[in-house]
């Protein structure tokens, strides 16, 4: 399972629509913000947020196969 994203953008005057793909080409996000730096920077630290939390939940995984692993006498994926 793979977590790439592509995020396109269409820039205007007022206006930045912005869609969310996955890998498989599915639209996961949709949204349309001002053309404000504030906003722009807003949208951004979410989407850091976002991955930040979901690289966070894939390392605590790793750490809990990892001891379950050591547990069991088994080796981990």
Do not use: P
């Amino acid at each position: 399972m793979t977590s790439t994203k592509y995020i396109g953008l269409d820039v205007h005057k007022e206006s930045i629509s912005i869609a969310v793909l996955n890998s498989a080409g599915k639209v996961v996000m949709e949204c349309v913000i001002e053309t404000k730096a504030s906003t722009i920077l807003q949208f951004i630290h979410g989407l850091v947020e976002m991955c930040t939390s979901r690289l966070k939940k894939a390392l605590w995984l790793a750490v809990v196969r990892s001891a379950e692993a050591a547990r069991d006498g088994t080796r981990s994926v």
